[in-house]
């Protein structure tokens, strides 16, 4: 059984830094890339970083540009998601998702964790 467990969220200041995990079982990151990707209240479901199976490579959206990054621990088989700068408009619940070797939009993952919540206060 497939299973993503994200953590790491929380309530922090805007200007401030979380480090969000995502542990993952079930799978191998040879075979599946990796996504986090984020929503707002009242807002759809929009991507931020992913890293592709094998040698990782990144992805990344306009709304991480410069603030987030995203690294992976193939001995813990957990993604990380580095965010940097927060800044009030990144509230958000944050999920990662796995898609089959290549970082895929939304309907292509196949895997999803249950989120963790990110509240940046101004």
């Known amino acids: 059984e497939v299973q993503l467990v994200e953590s790491g969220g929380g309530l922090v200041q805007a200007g401030g830094s979380l480090r969000l995990s995502c542990a993952a079982s079930g799978l191998s990151f040879d075979d599946y890339a990796i996504g986090w990707f984020r929503q707002a209240p009242g807002k759809e479901r929009e991507a931020v970083l992913c890293i592709s199976s094998g040698e990782g490579m990144i992805y990344e959206q306009d709304s991480a540009k410069g603030r987030f990054t995203i690294s992976k621990d193939n001995a813990k088989n957990t993604v990380y998601l580095q965010m940097n700068s927060l800044k009030p408009e990144d509230t958000a619940v944050y999920y990662c998702?796995?898609?089959?070797?290549?970082?895929?939009?939304?309907?292509?993952?196949?895997?999803w964790g249950q989120g963790t919540q990110v509240t940046v206060s101004s």
């Open positions: 998702a796995a898609a089959p070797l290549i970082c895929q939009s939304e309907y292509g993952n196949l895997y």
